[in-house]
């Protein structure tokens, strides 16, 4: 993907960047990098049809820490802020950023919004006048939690690896939509129904993995909408309770990880977020019909 252009200000700033890790498709592109500067400058980062998320993971000198490195959007002027761990660049903007002594390895996120799904096609994707400095820190726990999740992907590559990075993508985008773009998507469309937007959205969490938090209340104010209500709404839209989807949710996801042998019983039951072993095989006898093990001798 070419739609991030780098630009360094300052000729003297030695830097180098090492890719340490990397996984890529026609709608996302994501690298553990290991960036190092030598010496404080300046530079430009221009985006064109894709956004950017980088997450600091590490630190090799803590007194060399990204705390020092200061940004801003340039279209908006205004002072450098402090960078957080995290930050946002929205598609067609351009931020500029101070940087000091720094040698830190990051996970870097291009992806492309439109590209991620066909539901997401038609998506109200427009960024401007709604570029502020809260992109400069995400510390939004959920977005945090998925980032997290995207490095120990792309450092560890497993079964359906694309698959699940575009379903983790896919939720952050919605999640990025509804907090900074110009416009929610997440409201019902009816008094007693959800929209399918908002459908889409608690689907794309419970796929995102056990790591997301999907207590009733997290979901509520995720969308945005009052629990008992939310809970209603999701019954009255698909016929299911939140509860079930999330059985439903969590077995289906193990199937598809049953599949690869080399994958253990108990690995498939934490990764799907059971507790132990005995209360997965319990759920999935109940769901399925048969236990795990029968499952996968029988594909």
């Given at each position: 993907m070419h739609s991030i252009r780098y630009l360094e200000h300052d000729p003297n700033s030695a830097r180098q960047f090492s890719t340490e890790?990397?996984?890529?498709?026609?709608?996302?592109?994501?690298r553990i990098e290991n960036a190092q500067w030598s010496r404080s400058g300046m530079?430009?980062?221009?985006?064109?049809?894709?956004c950017l998320l980088r997450l600091i993971l590490s630190s090799a000198d803590r007194t060399l820490s990204f705390s020092n490195n200061t940004g801003r959007f340039l279209d908006r002027g205004g002072d450098f802020k402090p960078l957080g761990p995290a930050l946002f660049i929205p598609?067609?903007?351009?931020?500029?950023?101070?940087?000091?002594m720094t040698d830190h390895k990051a996970l870097i996120c291009l992806?492309?919004?439109?590209?991620l799904s066909p539901m997401m096609t038609g998506m109200p994707w427009n960024w401007n006048g709604c570029v502020n400095d809260n992109m400069l820190n995400l510390d939004t726990p959920y977005l945090m939690s998925v980032l997290q999740r995207l490095a120990r992907e792309c450092m560890s590559p497993g079964f359906a690896s694309e698959l699940q990075i575009e379903c983790l993508l896919t939720a952050m985008a919605l999640?990025?939509?509804?907090?900074?773009?110009g416009q929610k998507v997440y409201e019902a469309?009816?008094?007693?129904?959800?929209?399918?937007?908002?459908?889409?959205y608690i689907r794309d969490m419970f796929e995102a993995g056990p790591e997301v938090d999907w207590s009733l209340a997290a979901l509520a104010a995720a969308c945005n909408i009052p629990a008992r209500k939310l809970s209603q709404q999701f019954k009255n839209t698909t016929g299911r309770t939140l509860r079930q989807y999330a059985a439903q949710t969590r077995i289906r996801q193990a199937k598809s990880l049953l599949l690869n042998p080399n994958v253990l019983i108990k690995q498939v039951a934490y990764q799907t977020?059971?507790?132990?072993?005995?209360?997965?095989?319990?759920?999935?006898?109940?769901?399925?019909?048969?236990?795990p093990e029968m499952f996968r001798s029988s594909v």
């Open positions: 890790a990397r996984i890529s498709s026609d709608c996302f592109d994501i530079a430009t980062i221009e985006a064109e049809q894709n598609s067609d903007t351009t931020f500029q950023f101070s940087h000091g992806f492309n919004p439109d590209a999640d990025l939509q509804n907090e900074y773009g469309n009816s008094p007693d129904k959800l929209s399918t937007a908002t459908v889409k977020g059971f507790q132990n072993p005995a209360s997965f095989t319990a759920a999935f006898r109940k769901e399925v019909g048969v236990t």
